[in-house]
């Protein structure tokens, strides 16, 4: 019995070590972001200057509305684009869909610096140069293909009699995919739409290589503001504590509002 | 902005142009007597031509081309016989390795204790291994660089760093994978097991080991590649001092777009002939833990 203890107390407890490793530096970001110092280590009393400066930067204010248009639109034409791409799939001979499919993966396997070179010399080579159209263009071609994978699966639960049923009935074709199939493929289309946003908000490589000047997203405001630095360097980076905390109070919300209402869905059927 | 407009305008009327263009001959064949649920794949097909296949097709082409267009082995002969480049490539795979085996050694004992827990609601702590994830990339990786600049790490340990880094961030694509697989093991294989007489080591070697295999070659392929790759993670917290394959191209996009082509050709290469070597990348398996 004992060891049995023993066994149990070994499993939470490397479990519960690998979970600190996790959330060190977001929890250490999340203290330190309540304490009016700009380097971590020493000591400060309790302030909001971080937070202050944080909502009271135009710069940074406006990088993150940049970066949440885009993931918004990206995300949106993505959803569209990919499941009507699931669907044409879906219903092609198995050539065409096989020759889909293996196209599709491109930019799921690849690496992202070569689709981000790739795309970025295709543009310049016919005259596209850098715009918020290549921009939206490169973070379309990381998410659609997302989005048609958690498509599928859904599709190809789907009970494919019921489209047939409504055509009998007299439904238009438009209208039976309306009514019928969009229905039972949404929650793919959903986790699609949600999995086409985290991937844009994420993005950093192939928004750096497609995007028009002086355009900046989180990811890469960021990543040149650690890397460059400039005169403000230290004051900037305390900043994106207070950031980096807000972002995660966000997700554990999100999250877990997300589960319960799904828990509460689930009480309710019973 | 106007440029950008006329330019979407084009862009959009061409892809109607072609769209339309196949409808028009599919008509004329008589293959399309009216609306098929085949033709909603067509913007998506035309999607995949331009910005997919098209741009392959520019970097096969600038990989074996001098600066005035012309066809050249130049960059292909420079490329495998500048030893730089070669150890350059070597000591990514090194670090693509022991990143893939430090995830695999962490994810597989967490995977493996949460799927066999009782515990009701084991998703929840599934759902802490995901959660940072949801963070921007660059924010969570600045977060460790504060967290290894405040302990003394930062620009000591360039390599601890950098695998550290890596491994933070593909972790869940090597649980998620993984535990769907051994979620997937019956009870009554366990029972049977016990049953013959099997020990708990034989049956971990001989039936969850076994088992988990698919699980385990998806998570190394998603963990494998972008470690060789991801160089902003090796940038931030190796101190600018690591230069992975994914860097170099980094580098010679603003020097040398043939070269840089060159060089992402070969990782192409690499890339393709890998995944074809592990059997793909399954739509099932999870994606990036959006089906939990």
Same mark, same amino acid.
């Given at each position: 019995?004992?060891?049995?203890?023993?066994?149990?107390?070994?499993?939470?407890?490397?479990?519960?070590?690998?979970?600190?490793?996790?959330?060190?530096?977001?929890?250490?970001?999340?203290?330190?972001?309540?304490?009016?110092?700009?380097?971590?280590?020493?000591?400060?009393?309790?302030?909001?200057?971080?937070?202050?400066?944080?909502?009271?930067?135009?710069?940074?204010?406006?990088?993150?509305?940049?970066?949440?248009?885009?993931?918004?639109?990206?995300?949106?034409?993505?959803?569209?684009?990919?499941?009507?791409?699931?669907?044409?799939?879906?219903?092609?001979?198995?050539?065409?869909?096989?020759?889909?499919?293996?196209?599709?993966?491109?930019?799921?396997?690849?690496?992202?610096?070569?689709?981000?070179?790739?795309?970025?010399?295709?543009?310049?080579?016919?005259?596209?140069?850098?715009?918020?159209?290549?921009?939206?263009?490169?973070?379309?071609?990381?998410?659609?293909?997302?989005?048609?994978?958690?498509?599928?699966?859904?599709?190809?639960?789907?009970?494919?009699?019921?489209?047939?049923?409504?055509?009998?009935?007299?439904?238009?074709?438009?209208?039976?995919?309306?009514?019928?199939?969009?229905?039972?493929?949404?929650?793919?289309?959903?986790?699609?739409?949600?999995?086409?946003?985290?991937?844009?908000?994420?993005?950093?490589?192939?928004?750096?290589?497609?995007?028009?000047?002086?355009?900046?997203?989180?990811?890469?405001?960021?990543?040149?503001?650690?890397?460059?630095?400039?005169?403000?360097?230290?004051?900037?980076?305390?900043?994106?504590?207070?950031?980096?905390?807000?972002?995660?109070?966000?997700?554990?919300?999100?999250?877990?509002?997300?589960?319960?209402?799904?828990?509460?869905?689930?009480?309710?059927?019973? | 902005?106007?440029?950008?407009?006329?330019?979407?305008?084009?862009?959009?009327? *061409?892809?109607? +142009?072609?769209?339309?263009?196949?409808? @028009? =001959?599919? $008509?004329? #064949?008589?293959? &399309?007597?009216?609306?098929?649920?085949?033709?909603?794949?067509?913007?998506?097909?035309?999607?995949?031509?331009?910005?997919?296949?098209?741009?392959?097709?520019?970097?096969?082409?600038?990989?074996?081309?001098?600066?005035?267009?012309?066809?050249?082995?130049?960059?292909?002969?420079?490329?495998?016989?500048?030893?730089?480049?070669?150890?350059?490539?070597?000591?990514?795979?090194?670090?693509?390795?022991?990143?893939? *085996?430090?995830? +695999?050694?962490?994810?597989?004992?967490? @995977? =493996?204790? $949460?799927? #066999?827990?009782? &515990?009701?609601?084991?998703?929840?702590?599934?759902?802490?291994?995901?959660?940072?994830?949801?963070?921007?990339?660059?924010?969570?990786?600045?977060?460790?660089?504060?967290?290894?600049?405040?302990?003394?790490?930062?620009?000591?340990?360039?390599?601890?760093?950098?695998?550290?880094?890596?491994?933070?961030?593909?972790?869940?694509?090597?649980?998620?994978?993984?535990?769907?697989?051994?979620?997937?093991?019956?009870?009554?294989?366990?029972?049977?097991?016990?049953?013959?007489? @099997?020990?708990?080591?034989?049956?971990?070697?001989?039936?969850?080991?076994?088992?988990?295999?698919?699980?385990?070659?998806?998570?190394?392929?998603?963990?494998?590649?972008?470690?060789?790759?991801?160089?902003?993670?090796?940038?931030?917290?190796?101190?600018?001092?690591?230069?992975?394959?994914?860097?170099?191209?980094?580098?010679?996009?603003?020097?040398?777009?043939?070269?840089?082509?060159?060089?992402?050709?070969?990782?192409?290469?690499?890339?393709?002939?890998?995944?074809?070597?592990?059997?793909?990348?399954?739509?099932?398996?999870?994606?990036?833990?959006?089906?939990?």
């Amino acid at each position: 019995m004992n060891k049995q203890l023993a066994v149990k107390c070994l499993k939470a407890a490397f479990i519960g070590l690998v979970l600190l490793l996790l959330y060190a530096p977001i929890l250490l970001l999340a203290v330190y972001s309540f304490i009016g110092t700009d380097i971590i280590g020493t000591a400060g009393a309790f302030s909001w200057e971080h937070y202050r400066k944080l909502f009271g930067d135009p710069v940074i204010l406006g990088m993150i509305g940049n970066t949440l248009l885009l993931a918004f639109l990206a995300a949106l034409l993505s959803t569209v684009l990919g499941t009507l791409g699931a669907l044409g799939m879906f219903y092609s001979k198995k050539r065409v869909k096989t020759v889909l499919h293996g196209v599709s993966q491109i930019p799921v396997i690849n690496a992202e610096i070569v689709t981000a070179l790739a795309l970025a010399i295709t543009f310049v080579a016919v005259g596209l140069g850098k715009s918020y159209f290549t921009l939206l263009i490169g973070h379309m071609v990381i998410c659609t293909p997302f989005v048609v994978l958690s498509v599928m699966p859904k599709l190809k639960q789907m009970d494919n009699s019921l489209y047939e049923a409504a055509l009998d009935l007299g439904a238009s074709p438009a209208k039976a995919l309306f009514r019928i199939v969009l229905p039972q493929i949404l929650p793919g289309v959903i986790s699609g739409f949600m999995l086409a946003v985290t991937l844009s908000l994420d993005d950093y490589i192939v928004t750096m290589y497609t995007r028009p000047n002086g355009f900046e997203t989180i990811s890469t405001y960021v990543y040149n503001a650690t890397m460059r630095g400039n005169a403000h360097t230290a004051e900037t980076l305390s900043s994106f504590w207070a950031l980096t905390t807000v972002i995660f109070l966000l997700i554990v919300i999100f999250v877990a509002v997300a589960n319960l209402s799904s828990l509460r869905k689930k009480e309710a059927k019973k | 902005m106007s440029t950008t407009v006329l330019i979407l305008i084009i862009f959009g009327a *061409a892809l109607l +142009l072609g769209a339309g263009a196949l409808l @028009a =001959y599919r $008509l004329v #064949r008589g293959h &399309m007597p009216h609306f098929t649920r085949k033709a909603l794949g067509i913007p998506y097909a035309v999607f995949l031509i331009f910005f997919v296949i098209a741009p392959m097709l520019v970097i096969l082409v600038y990989a074996f081309t001098d600066r005035n267009m012309h066809f050249s082995f130049a960059n292909f002969v420079k490329f495998f016989s500048d030893p730089t480049k070669l150890s350059t490539i070597a000591y990514s795979i090194v670090i693509a390795l022991i990143t893939t *085996a430090v995830c +695999l050694l962490i994810a597989f004992p967490v @995977a =493996y204790i $949460l799927a #066999r827990s009782k &515990m009701k609601k084991k998703y929840v702590i599934l759902m802490l291994f995901v959660l940072p994830m949801w963070i921007n990339f660059v924010l969570r990786i600045n977060a460790i660089r504060e967290l290894f600049n405040w302990i003394g790490l930062l620009g000591e340990a360039n390599y601890f760093n950098t695998v550290f880094g890596m491994v933070y961030d593909f972790l869940p694509f090597m649980i998620l994978p993984i535990y769907t697989t051994l979620m997937k093991i019956e009870e009554s294989l366990y029972e049977a097991s016990a049953d013959l007489g @099997a020990g708990a080591f034989t049956t971990f070697f001989r039936v969850t080991l076994p088992l988990s295999v698919p699980g385990v070659v998806s998570g190394v392929t998603m963990v494998f590649l972008p470690s060789m790759t991801n160089y902003v993670v090796s940038d931030m917290l190796g101190n600018s001092m690591v230069t992975i394959i994914g860097k170099f191209i980094s580098e010679y996009f603003a020097s040398d777009w043939h070269m840089g082509s060159m060089v992402a050709l070969v990782l192409l290469i690499v890339v393709f002939v890998s995944t074809l070597l592990t059997g793909g990348f399954k739509s099932e398996e999870n994606v990036r833990g959006a089906n939990l």
